[in-house]
């Protein structure tokens, strides 16, 4: 299996910018799809982005697209989400992913989950 450890979460004025990084541990990182989700309080779990294997392709929800980025580096064994003008409704906690699917989204999310980040965005 391979384990996945979420950082760079924190208090943010609205308007600003965070970077994640989830890094990956057990497994081959080159292997697995990678991706983001959220959940916001007393909300469901949210996709916001998606990275193919290599970092070719990526996908990312409506709410988010234009606003954040992903991107990975297997050298590294490490997934980003680059987040600008970042909004309060962007407050929640952001979960990686990892699976076997080209290109993960919420309908086949990968297998493999890490514990979130809190991000919380002030007005």
């Known amino acids: 299996q391979v384990q996945l450890v979420e950082s760079g979460g924190g208090l943010v004025q609205a308007g600003g910018s965070l970077r994640l990084s989830c890094a990956a541990s057990g497994r081959t990182f080159s292997s697995y799809a990678m991706g983001w989700f959220r959940q916001a309080p007393g909300k469901e779990r949210e996709f916001v982005a998606a990275?193919?294997?290599?970092?070719?392709?990526?996908s990312y929800s409506d709410s988010v697209k234009g606003r954040f980025t992903i991107s990975r580096d297997n050298a590294k064994n490490t997934v980003y989400l680059q987040m600008n003008s970042l909004k309060p409704e962007d407050t929640a906690v952001y979960y990686c992913n990892a699976g076997y699917t080209p290109l993960l989204n919420y309908g086949k999310p990968g297998i493999y989950w890490g514990q979130g980040t809190q991000v919380t965005v002030s007005s």
């Open positions: 990275i193919t294997r290599s970092g070719a392709n990526t």
